[in-house]
């Protein structure tokens, strides 16, 4: 405390950013500003579309530009205000986290072209789409952050976007499906900031990369343990995993389609990125003690979804099912931790965001043909558009996990991953839940699709608006499907990243090593 | 001091948990604030509580002259205040909806999203 003027260079960032790593934070910046224009143009129904859609197609050439960046560079940091880390807050974007916002951003595109022909002008002026929007910038600021508060503050934003997507419509089965899903989560994310707190009062930093040196050091005068064991509550409840995954199917059939198919791709798989974030990278040493617990609770998903998914009349109910299944997967992954696990962990969250999302607008298009959503009513699909019955066949076909669809290759990486440590009994619950979803999607083409239909479907036009993102998203899974390779070796760096992150610590600690 | 702290939080998340278990959504409600109320206290006390001066830096210093209070706990605190205002704010309108919609206030008489007496899906053609 002698010197009364300090050395600025040691706390500020005093040379300009380069141009391209201002690409780190555009992809949230963009919709946090779209959405708040679009909010200020609330009653400008015809503007919210019009703005909305080129607004997330930038944000996808955005992410792609960003990937091409990190792929090529490493991972990349920009803090905030000048503040150097770990007093500012710094965004870093390394390769896992840049994989799941392209994903997003995906997803969120198709979902505001699927919503043109979905949502109605009631539901617009109600704010869908900016709704939707600040939805996108939360879930991108939470896989681009590396500030733990920072990351808690992102996964708030896209909490309140995603009450106000739920409610859209006040029915009061959306009221009664949005009580369970607000209190549920407003309780994970609580957990999450209790756990913060506490990492905050042992390592006196909110810095991820700042966390993971110092864990590193003083592990072993620290309670740890505590903190892995809360964060994996805290964000397995966020992607529910079994046994706190009620709130999911109680609440994704309630809102409407597009909201449902928006949430099964976004929301969930920010709950698995953080614990790949927390688990592997921060605290890898505690996760190996909790290894067994994480692949009975992930080995227990998988089960309980998939059987969920075959006691299910209601077809939505049925997909959420499916989306607790597919976390099952993730968790094994998690659980596994090698590079292989890991990495089939990332690449089935990203398979899911896409099949889960197309999927739920394949039901939607499904109930509004027949003007129903129960299995004992469906009929007649295929007979009424064979182009819309082939692309749910490969929805069906990449969701169960058979090849060559892109949900076969995941789960290839982390059965094998599991045969690998001789854990047999994981690598079986894989197989088996894989065939009992093969059986509950089969049974649902058989029935919704193949059977005759018992009358006439009702005269409802096929929108092409819905049909659309729903070949999008199906020819996106075929893609991954037959050329899997360069994905692959992008999950697998990815993967790497997150078990040595001494890249990540490099990018924003630059002067330290 | 912090022990007295720790005592406060306890007792705070004892009561949150107890409210929230209850099946009567203005309990649980109640509960959920207590439950954010918790947090702040314990996100204080992780930033340890001292005796110290504001950390305000005189005129023509660039650095504190004495140890001062912790900030950054402060400023956690204040964002985690307004969120979870913001969050209680929503679900009391929710929990009034329901309450008017649904014509009751018990979770578990909620059953028009999950009905009882769903049909099982057909066993075959």
């Known amino acids: 405390m002698a010197a009364t003027q300090a050395d600025l260079s040691a706390a500020l960032v005093l040379t300009p950013v380069p141009p391209a790593d201002w690409l780190v934070v555009l992809p949230v910046a963009l919709p946090l500003l779209a959405?708040?224009?679009?909010?200020?143009?609330?009653?400008?129904?015809r503007l919210q579309a019009a703005l909305a859609v080129p607004v997330l197609a930038l944000v996808v050439l955005l992410d792609a530009l960003l990937l091409a960046h990190v792929h090529g560079n490493g991972p990349v940091t920009m803090v905030m205000g000048r503040w150097l880390p770990p007093f500012g807050i710094a965004f870093t974007a390394d390769l896992a986290g840049v994989l799941f916002a392209l994903a997003a951003a995906v997803v969120a595109l198709a979902g505001s072209v699927h919503a043109l022909a979905d949502i109605g002008d009631g539901e617009r002026r109600y704010g869908f789409y900016p709704f939707l929007l600040l939805l996108v910038a939360g879930v991108t600021g939470a896989f681009l952050t590396g500030d733990v508060f920072n990351l808690y503050v992102w996964f708030e934003v896209l909490l309140i976007s995603s009450f106000g997507l739920i409610v859209l419509g006040s029915e009061a089965r959306q009221i009664d499906g949005a009580i369970r899903y607000a209190f549920l989560n407003l309780v994970a994310t609580t957990l999450f900031l209790v756990a913060t707190g506490y990492l905050y009062g042992l390592f006196g930093t909110l810095n991820m990369a700042d966390?993971?040196?110092?864990?590193?050091?003083?592990?072993?005068?620290?309670?740890?343990?505590?903190?892995?064991a809360l964060y994996l509550l805290a964000f397995g409840m966020k992607a529910a995993a079994f046994p706190v995954h009620f709130w999911l199917p109680a609440s994704y059939h309630t809102p409407r389609v597009t909201v449902s198919a928006l949430f099964a791709g976004l929301l969930t798989k920010v709950g698995v990125y953080a614990l790949l974030r927390t688990l592997v990278m921060l605290f890898p040493v505690e996760r190996e003690e909790l290894s067994f617990v994480i692949a009975l609770a992930g080995a227990a998903t998988m089960l309980v979804g998939a059987l969920g998914a075959?006691?299910?009349s209601d077809i939505r109910r049925l997909l959420g099912y499916t989306v607790v299944s597919g976390i099952g997967v993730m968790l094994s992954g998690l659980a596994l931790g090698s590079p292989g696990g890991v990495g089939g962990a990332i690449f089935y969250a990203l398979h899911s965001m896409v099949v889960m999302t197309a999927l739920y607008m394949a039901a939607g298009l499904a109930g509004r043909l027949s003007?129903?959503?129960?299995l004992n009513r469906l009929g007649g699909l295929h007979a009424r558009s064979a182009f819309f019955s082939g692309l749910s066949l490969v929805l069906v076909f990449a969701v169960s996990g058979l090849p060559p669809f892109s949900g076969f290759w995941p789960k290839v990486m982390v059965t094998k991953a599991a045969l690998d440590i001789g854990a047999w009994w994981l690598a079986a619950a894989i197989l088996a839940s894989g065939f009992l979803t093969t059986i509950a999607f089969a049974r649902l083409f058989l029935l919704a699709w193949w059977r005759p239909a018992e009358g006439d479907l009702p005269a409802v036009e096929m929108p092409a608006g819905a049909?659309?993102?729903?070949?999008?998203?199906?020819?996106?899974?075929?893609?991954?499907?037959?050329?899997?390779?360069?994905?692959?070796?992008?999950?697998?760096?990815?993967?790497?990243g997150l078990a040595d992150p001494s890249a990540y610590v490099r990018s924003v600690f630059p002067e330290v090593n | 001091m912090e022990l007295?702290?720790?005592?406060?939080?306890?007792?705070?998340?004892?009561?949150?948990?107890?409210?929230?278990?209850?099946?009567?959504?203005?309990?649980?409600?109640?509960?959920?604030?207590?439950l954010a109320n918790a947090v702040n206290l314990l996100l204080f006390a992780s930033g340890r509580v001292l005796r110290a001066v504001p950390p305000i830096i005189p005129a023509g210093r660039d650095v504190p002259a004495a140890l001062t209070a912790n900030p950054l706990p402060q400023a956690?605190?204040?964002?985690?205040?307004?969120?979870?205002?913001?969050?209680?704010?929503?679900?009391?309108?929710?929990?009034?909806?329901?309450?008017?919609?649904?014509?009751?206030?018990?979770?578990?008489?909620?059953?028009?999203?999950?009905?009882?007496?769903?049909?099982?899906?057909?066993?075959?053609?």
């Open chain 1, 35 to 45: 959405g708040a224009v679009l909010t200020m143009l609330r009653r400008s129904v």
């Open chain 1, 211 to 228: 966390i993971a040196v110092k864990a590193a050091e003083r592990r072993a005068d620290l309670p740890t343990m505590t903190l892995a």
């Open chain 1, 310 to 312: 075959l006691g299910q």
């Open chain 1, 371 to 374: 003007g129903t959503f129960d």
């Open chain 1, 467 to 496: 049909l659309l993102p729903l070949a999008l998203l199906a020819v996106l899974a075929l893609w991954f499907g037959l050329f899997p390779d360069a994905l692959l070796s992008a999950v697998q760096s990815a993967a790497q």
């Open chain 2, 4 to 34: 007295l702290f720790v005592l406060l939080v306890a007792v705070f998340f004892a009561a949150a948990v107890y409210l929230m278990l209850s099946k009567a959504l203005v309990r649980m409600l109640l509960g959920t604030v207590l």
């Open chain 2, 76 to 125: 956690l605190i204040l964002t985690a205040i307004v969120i979870s205002f913001s969050f209680f704010a929503f679900l009391l309108v929710l929990v009034y909806r329901a309450w008017q919609d649904l014509g009751t206030d018990v979770a578990n008489e909620m059953r028009i999203a999950e009905p009882e007496d769903e049909p099982a899906p057909p066993a075959g053609y």
